[in-house]
């Protein structure tokens, strides 16, 4: 249910227009001939066959990927290791850190990207010309393929592992605390198996040059940038060096944190009308407020300074729907009995208005439910807000498939095809030269991680049968090449979350861990999958050698999954407080509160008690009927009006960019949508030689420097005996309580509890 939002539509403004087909003609206007053709092949004339011999045949392509390779250049140095290693060690570390914190920033590839550059060249300027064990530890200048290939060990670990947040939820709604081996052998076998499905698949997924994958493409045009000395549309106006820019950038970024993070926090919430929170709240109300002055609050959802105006206007215009319209036509009229909870929480409450107390309906010896205690207790209830972010999540399915299909279909249908037969373009036949990855080696990695998925499931009493286990792994294998072709050709992503979770759910309810199991090895293996294809394919456009390519990506994945619940491992028994909802450090587990919600809805209760026929949320299953209309709007209006407003209408956007909320609040949209008004729309059309030198520099600066300012704070500040620096001084003044004395952050809600002491259905089983 939890799209990750920046990588959705941070991509998707690649000169979209470039990856759609024409809207100017209707389809009767297609012949059979035109109707084969892929729509991103140029026209070419009887003379232009040799020069598209020696490049792509694709315009965007060409535009940012060199149609020339030295075979000759560094790329697996000594140095390019070492700092790629480190990368795989810091940022998945850091990004575990700010992962069970809220507000956080995520350390991106990007940030990795443009600090290796200085770095690479530091390191060629400093080190001496020795030789060790062969290998030359100063073989020249910084090149573009060490560049490329510490970058994608770095992207390994630039999202927390979802099977750390099995890990977490097992420990805090189930008291599960299991052994660091099962951990680990749950972690290596969901990442690796993924990587294993992505090599077996990358003789249709990364050679053939129909497919695209278009986020690749803005990776390869900043290397290209990177490495050369002019950029595009720049000239000589600014004369101040990216790297300076990022200096001065992040340590005003750092430095300025202090006040929101420490000093004044409430700079970041802004919420402090006590009477209106439910419209101006930023925590449990609406971000009627609309400001904040903390990047993290802002970039929380994905950097504003990433994506493209179009793709943020689908989105804030979603929002203000969905959020803004609907979530308090709902709410006030008591649409599931909303009006006795808060109107926007991450927590889903019982009949009592408390927290719905899972523990209560479980069988304590396995975790199982107990149906008995369930018609005792009470039925589960969701806040208006988490409620429709379920219904959203629906139409995000429906809608991502039937827009691919109305939008791609020609052109997935010539490209799938040409995929499979198709003579390889330039870039391939520059790749031939060197040695393939044998299928062996995948398939080695894959019988090593079943065997660890095997083992983790049944040593430890999961409830997980090993053929439900199966049964996962062929939904993730099965839908990684028709939904890899999808996102290779239009940068559409499909998701399998909600999907896999509704499946087990009906297939086998009662048990959390076999929801959670269920949905990390069918659809979280599959996003792993696409998401090392996606980088196979960077190494592609670059030419990295593709067995370089291999062991830099298994080295990074069990290098940044190990860290990652080493990281976890210290947070949960150091950090006073962990994931309480007061936790006084920002440390409230926004995501595993979230996920530990499904593991109630879809696992322990199961959707047969709350979607199914007669149930309280079943009108929710309408959504994914509406997401499947909703693209046949902007469809039609852009074949009947052409070049409107209506070509930038994007349903899945719109549906799968709101999906962060919850854990996500109103004012991370809000502030989000703001900035990205203003340097996406404002600075870039008018100040456009700026944007196109600094705008992504300064993105990656702003979370370069809140990040190493937040641990800061924490480890000096805020962890140091107990919490108890400045509790009777800056803890205490106004500028850091006032706005922790409103209904919204107390989540207060419309109505009270009736006399009769609970809310809600009377018989709900």
């Known amino acids: 249910m939890l799209p990750i939002m920046a990588e959705s539509i941070a991509m998707a403004g690649l ?37 598209l011999e020696c490049d792509s045949p694709y315009v965007e392509v ?34 575990q850190f700010f992962f069970f914190r809220y507000p956080s920033v995520i350390i991106g590839s990007l940030v990795a990207q443009l600090l290796s550059f200085p770095l690479g060249r530091a390191l060629a300027a400093l080190t001496p010309k020795w030789t060790i064990f062969g290998m030359e530890l100063n073989p020249g200048p910084f090149s573009i393929k060490e560049h490329v290939f510490v970058t994608i060990m770095a992207s390994v ?31 290596m076998s969901t990442q690796l198996i993924g990587f294993s499905f992505g090599g077996i698949l990358r003789r249709f997924l990364v050679s053939p040059p129909s497919m695209i994958w278009p986020d690749t493409l803005v990776y390869a045009a900043l290397f290209n940038t990177l490495h050369h000395t002019q950029v595009a549309g720049s000239g000589d106006k600014y004369s101040m060096s990216r790297e300076r820019f990022f200096s001065y950038a992040c340590l005003l970024s750092f430095f300025w944190y202090f006040l929101p993070g420490y000093l004044f926090t409430a700079l970041s919430y802004f919420s402090w009308n006590v009477v209106l929170n439910q419209v101006f709240g930023g925590i449990h109300g609406l971000g009627g407020s609309l400001l904040t002055f903390d990047w993290s609050q802002i970039a929380y959802t994905g950097s504003p300074l990433a994506s493209p105006w179009w793709a943020e206007a689908n989105v804030a215009v979603g929002f203000v729907f969905f959020f803004w319209f609907l979530t308090p036509l709902l709410y006030y009229t008591n649409t599931w009995y909303s009006e006795y909870m808060p109107i926007n929480s991450r927590y889903s409450y019982d009949r009592f208005g408390n927290f719905y107390n899972v523990t209560r309906i479980l069988d304590a010896a396995n975790s199982t439910l107990d149906l ?42 010539a490209q799938s095809r040409m995929s499979l037969s198709e003579q390889p373009d330039i870039h391939a036949r520059l790749m031939s030269k060197y040695a ?39 939904l993730a294998f099965a839908y990684s090449l028709p939904v890899g072709i999808i996102r290779a050709i239009t940068n559409q992503k499909v998701s399998l979350g909600v999907i896999s979770q509704v499946i087990i759910g009906y297939w086998l309810p009662g048990n959390p861990l076999t929801s959670l199991l269920f949905k990390t090895y069918g659809n979280i293996t599959m996003y792993q999958a696409l998401t ?34 080493c990281v976890q491992a210290w947070m949960f028994a150091n950090i006073p407080g962990m994931c309480d909802d007061h936790q006084p450090a920002g440390f409230i587990c926004p995501n595993t509160q979230i996920s530990g919600t499904e593991s109630i809805i879809w696992g322990v209760i199961g959707p047969r008690f709350l979607f199914s026929q007669g149930r309280m949320y079943h009108s929710l299953f309408s ?23 209506w070509k930038y209408v994007n349903f899945p956007v719109i549906f799968n960019g709101v999906g962060w909320l919850p854990p996500a609040s109103t004012i991370n949209y809000i502030s989000w949508a703001i900035v990205g008004f203003i340097f996406q729309f404002v600075i870039r059309r008018r100040h456009f030689a700026w944007w196109s030198k600094y705008n992504y520099v300064l993105s990656a600066a702003l979370d370069s420097g809140v990040a190493p300012c937040v641990v800061l704070i924490f480890f000096t500040l805020q962890y140091p005996r107990n919490g108890s620096i400045g509790r009777d001084t800056i803890q205490k003044w106004w500028g850091n309580t006032v706005y922790l004395e409103t209904a919204d952050s107390l989540g207060t809600a419309y109505l009270p509890i009736p006399a009769k002491g609970y809310f809600g259905p009377e018989t709900w089983w």
């Open 62 to 95: 060409r535009s940012a990927v060199a149609n020339t390779d030295d075979p000759n250049m560094p790329v697996g140095t000594i140095r390019a290791w070492i700092i790629g290693l480190l990368w795989a060690i810091i940022i998945p570390g850091m990004n």
């Open 436 to 474: 393939e990855v044998p299928d062996w080696w995948y398939g080695l990695i894959f019988l090593s991680q079943f065997i660890f998925g095997v083992t983790a499931i049944t040593v430890w009493h999961t409830g997980f049968p090993v053929y439900a286990f199966m049964a996962a792994l062929l």
């Open 157 to 187: 670990g630039s999202q927390s592992a979802f099977a750390t947040e099995v890990v977490a939820i097992q420990r805090v709604f189930y008291n599960q605390r299991w052994s660091f081996t099962y951990q680990w052998l749950l972690t």
């Open 623 to 645: 959504f994914f009927v509406i997401g499947a209309a909703a693209p046949f709007l902007p469809y039609y209006m852009d074949k009947r009006y052409h070049n409107t407003i």
């Open 15 to 51: 000169e979209r227009q470039r990856l759609l087909p024409s809207s100017s003609s209707s389809d009767d206007e297609v012949t059979d001939e035109e109707s084969n053709l892929d729509s991103n092949l140029d026209s070419v004339g009887p003379g232009d066959h040799t020069e």
């Open 372 to 413: 008995d205690a369930f018609k005792t207790y009470s039925p589960l209830l969701l806040p208006a807000a988490f409620a429709l972010s379920y219904g959203i999540a629906f139409a995000a399915i429906s809608s991502t498939t039937v827009h691919a299909f109305l939008f791609f279909r020609q052109q997935i249908w």
């Open 532 to 565: 090392f294809t996606s980088d196979l394919k960077l190494g592609h456009y670059m030419k990295i050698p593709p067995r370089l390519m291999f062991w830099g990506q298994v080295w990074a994945t069990c290098i940044a999954g190990t860290v990652q619940l």
